[in-house]
Each structure stands twice: as structure tokens, then as C-alpha cells.
């Protein structure tokens, strides 16, 4: 079943191993960040963090060996869509699933608030806890001294009429409470891409929801795709900085204020086009390919730039967002 997850990793344009796996576990190299874009999956970073690099490789092997992949000399493409198609059909991933949700440090505070706010209610104080983990327990304990779970039940149940009923019932089966016991188990990896979906559609409709407080705290809000040093150097260059002073004021290599724009960019920030490009530079690349993947040909066309300005315009052409006219 591994093998139908990995093949759908992969298309046309040719992509390495290394990047697809990275992705999976979270790693936000600029490499792999762009390599997401580009196939249009950066919404499945760290899906599967618990992937071990020899299973995945093993699946790549398994795939390569029948056909379904083909190894090219810039790395892996698809050979066979049905293949893939059918794979989607047996392992359906996550829709809803989006990196900055943390949906899986919410389930764990969900399981352990639900079951402590059942058990308050029959005046429960001495049963096992639904989740081990000290730091979520300390977590719950401040979110329920602080009585932000006041009307949790009420929040939780209008969360749950919202969400389609399938969705509904299979996160219920999930939870424990006073006398109740889900303890539902995924069986297999299509079952938990379907549970990830769950959570992750019921984490959306939280983050819509500022009306509900006991909620929203338990969630957390949205977790921070950057460092605090990348936003700062987003935040400088705003505020009209070179990127040469944003490396002075942060103590930063010239290359990792680099790093830190571009990974931005791919995240969102709309960088300002004008102060970062020359206006000779930013009429060359007026007629620059869009399309063109291969950074080394944009340079080589494009000699007065550095590779900052290509994967930038890569980036922002790649989004939809490179300003035309």
C-alpha cells in the first residue's frame, strides 16, 4: 500500500527521490520547498513524518521495477498514469490537510480535552489519561484552569454538525470519555490519510470560527511555516531595507537572507518586485521565459542577474504572481 502512496508523488517533470521524501518529514530546505511548488504539493509538507527512508526507498524500487516510474538523469518521472490513477483510487490523500493546521498536536490535545471535560462533568477526578505525552497534558491542564473550556461541549457540537456526517462519526469513534471508549484505530495508510482529512476539516472550520474561544485555544492557531529571523528579514526588506543591510541588522549571511526571502515567497509574502530588482534587470526579465524550470538557462540568458532574481521569478511565475505589463 506504501508503493500507491509514493507513486502519487510523482508526474511528468522529472523530480528527485530525496526532495519527495524531505517533504514528507518536514524539511523546509529551500530546494525542497521549490521542488514542492513546482509540483503543486507543497500543502504535504511533513504529511508523513514518521516515513522511514527505507521504506520510502523501497517503494521507489518496487515502483521503478514495474514500470510505474522511470529514472532519468535529472530524476524520477512517471511512466504509467493508470498506474497512478489507481493507486488515488486505493489510497486517496489528504484534500483538507494543510502544514501550518498541526493537526496532529491538536488531536492529541483534542482526545485529552474531551476526556477531561467528560470526566469534570460526572466528578471524575481518577482515571488514565487518553494521551501520555507530559507536554499535551500540561498543555490541557492550562487550557482547563484557565476555564477556556467553559462551553467546549456546546463549541465541539456545533463543529461536528458542521462537518460532513461520515467525517463526523469517524472522528467521534475516536474519542474517550466518561464511560465512553472510540479508541478507533486506523487499519491501514488509506484509513490514515482519511482520519487526517477528518481532523484537518475540522481544524478549518475552528480557524473560521473566532466565536468559538474554548476551541480556538485548544487548537493553538496556526503553527509558523518560518523562523522568527525569516519573518524579521521579510519585514525589513518592507520596510525598504537592501538585502545587504537585512544581513547586517540580523547577522545574517548574504545567503541565508537569500534563503529566507525566497522560502517567504513560496509561503506567500509578496516581496516587493521593484526595490529588489534594478530596473534594467526587471526589463530583462520582461522577456524571460515564464515557464523556464531550468534555472542555469535563465541565468545564462540573463548575466547581469544573480540566482536570487531567477528562483524569484521562478517562484512568483510558478504562483501567478510575477506583476506583467
Known sequence: MLTDFVVQLFDDQPRRETAAYMLLNG?????????????GQLQWLQLYPT???????????????????????????????QAKAAAARRV??????????????????????????????YHNNHYQPAVRDWAVQQYVRRWYGQARHADFAGELTAAFALLPAASADRLAKHLIGHDFVGGAQAENLAGEFRHLDDLAQLVALIAGHTD????????????????????RACQLIDAGQTREQVGLSLHLKPSTVNEHLLAAAIFGWQPPIQALYPPALLHAFAAADPHEQDYQKLLAALPDAEFFHVRLFQILNLQGRWPRG
Not at 99 to 121: C, I, K
Not at 214 to 229: E, F, H, I, T
Request: net charge positive.
Open 27 to 39: 524539511k523546509k530546505t529551500l530546494s525542497v520547498l521549490f521542488a514542492a511548488l513546482q509540483h
Open 51 to 81: 516515513l522511514a527512508r527505507k521504506d520510502f526507498q523501497a517503494a521507489i524500487k518496487q515502483l521503478v521495477a514495474s514500470g510505474a516510474l522511470t529514472s532519468t538523469a535529472t530524476g524520477l518521472v512517471l511512466a504509467d498514469p
Open 92 to 121: 486517496a490523500l489528504p484534500t483538507h490537510f494543510q502544514p501550518w493546521m498541526g493537526v496532529r498536536e491538536f488531536e492529541l490535545r483534542l482526545l485529552l480535552g474531551v476526556q477531561a471535560v467528560s470526566e469534570a462533568a
Open 212 to 231: 468559538w474561544p474554548a476551541l480556538q485555544s485548544l487548537w493553538g492557531g496556526r503553527v509558523a511555516l518560518l523562523s522568527p529571523s525569516n519573518y
